[in-house]
């Protein structure tokens, strides 16, 4: 706990809570590169592919039996606004990938519809990320994800694939939609990593 008195920003959060560049907002934009696919639970899978081709599949039913966690988190997206204290629902990546064998380094998240996105598998273990069906109590709705979604709220908020159909596992880093567009293959928010080479 801090005894100084931060800065205030906007409607009275502490400037200090936002990555630079970034203003907050209180409402829940909707961004997406698409059409929003509508993915029956009924047929939705999650499917983790290794770098040897094998493959870890989950239902939608096998993935609400496992333990799941709730997080408050903060989101940063690229296009500079901030939402703060975020709740989700879901199941840690570090769960899912427990039983996976692997000597990747690198992920791609995949998703209905088509949309990928790259990063370090280093970034989707020890507790900073999931798999995230509800969302402030509530079912994710289609507009945000559902019925689940990639949460990884440390970066960027284009790296948490809506939709998601999977990870695939490789030894390169193979730049995903928007990286291959010019976005930063990282994409920490608080080294401002916008662009390819910023
Ligand atoms: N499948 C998919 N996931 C996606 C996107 C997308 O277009 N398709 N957009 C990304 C971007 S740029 C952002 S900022 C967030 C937006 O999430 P939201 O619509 O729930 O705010 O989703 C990310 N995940
Ligand atoms: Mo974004």
């Given at each position: 706990m801090s005894i100084v008195t931060p800065g205030f920003h906007g409607r009275g959060r502490p400037a200090a809570d936002l990555p630079p560049g970034q203003y907050l907002t209180e409402d829940f934009p909707v961004l997406s590169a698409g059409p929003t696919p509508r993915v029956p639970t009924g047929s939705w899978t999650?499917?983790?592919t290794t770098e040897t081709g094998r493959e870890y599949r989950w239902t939608w039913a096998e993935l609400l039996a496992l333990p799941a966690e709730t997080v408050t988190v903060d989101l940063h997206?690229?296009?500079k606004w901030s939402k703060l204290r975020t709740t989700w629902r879901g199941v840690p990546l570090d769960t899912l990938?427990?039983?996976v064998?692997?000597?990747a380094d690198f992920a791609v998240a995949e998703s209905y519809g088509g949309y990928t996105t790259n990063l370090p598998l280093a970034d989707l273990?020890?507790?900073q990320a999931w798999i995230a069906y509800s969302y402030e109590g509530e079912d994710l709705t289609a507009e945000h994800g559902g019925p689940a979604r990639l949460l990884v709220p440390h970066l960027y908020l284009w790296k948490s694939a809506k939709w998601?159909?999977?990870i695939r596992l490789s030894h390169d880093d193979e730049p995903g939609f928007w990286e291959t567009l010019g976005y930063?293959?990282?994409g920490d928010p608080w080294r401002e990593q916008r662009y390819q080479g910023d």
């Open positions: 999650f499917t983790v997206c690229v296009t990938l427990a039983d064998e692997t000597a273990l020890d507790g998601v159909s999977g930063h293959e990282y």
